[in-house]
């Protein structure tokens, strides 16, 4: 017990050096508002409001009949796997938003987030063509507008998630430059002695 409790206090400066590296909550949001990210309650009003956008494509994509295009009108069947696809993103997009709105800074999240909404928006134009050449015209006009809304949110996401990025890697550079300090604050130490205690 006294040779750990030695040990311990032997190494206590790189343990105070690593415990240095790791940013306290306040620090953090502190971190990001200087380095110009949205807060994270604004980046939850972004995200929850693209969502609900994106929600709003499911009754339009259950109305939709590809099947019928193909059977009747002679469409690509691929119409049809598009349509299931679509309605599996939405589903997709709903659970990454719940995810990121839970952890706004994690850019991994950000990212999935990010390509899951351009998958569904790519997914949403094929389908619009579709219903515009085989289709119901309302039904692709409606799909264009939903698809074109809410810019202004898209925009500034997609300006969050290249600030987050910036962010991260800059944080990154910084973390690897403490690792490189507290290295050699650690290499600088005198070995620890192993000296047997002696019974009396």
């Known amino acids: 017990m006294i ?8 190494s206590a400066p790189a343990w105070l050096c690593l415990a240095q590296q790791t940013p306290s909550p306040l620090n953090r949001q ?46 690509p069947s691929t119409y049809i796997l598009q349509l299931q696809t679509a309605q ?13 709105s839970q952890k706004t800074e ?3 999240l950000a990212l999935d987030e990010y390509f899951r909404l351009e998958a569904l928006d790519i997914s949403a134009r094929s389908l619009a063509e579709g219903a515009r050449k085989y289709g119901p ?10 698809v074109a809304s809410n810019f202004t949110n898209r925009q500034r996401f997609r300006e969050y998630l290249k600030d987050l ?17 507290c290295r050699g604050i650690i290499s600088k130490e005198p070995p ?9």
């Open 3 to 10: 040779r750990l409790f030695t040990l311990f206090l032997v």
């Open 30 to 75: 502190q971190a990001q508002a200087e380095a110009g990210l949205e807060n994270p309650w604004d980046v939850r009003s972004i995200i929850a409001a693209i969502n609900k956008d994106a929600e709003k494509l499911r009754p339009l994509l259950a109305g939709m009949k590809p099947q019928q295009w193909y059977d009747l009108k002679g469409a």
């Open 106 to 108: 994690d850019l991994s």
């Open 165 to 181: 990025a910036t962010s991260t890697e800059q944080n990154f550079k910084i973390a690897d430059e403490e690792a490189q300090r």
């Open 88 to 100: 599996r993103q939405v589903t997709d997009v709903d659970v990454t938003t719940k995810m990121l």
């Open 137 to 146: 015209r309302g039904q692709a006009d409606q799909l264009d507008a939903l």
């Open 192 to 200: 620890p002695t192993s000296k047997r205690l002696r019974k009396y």
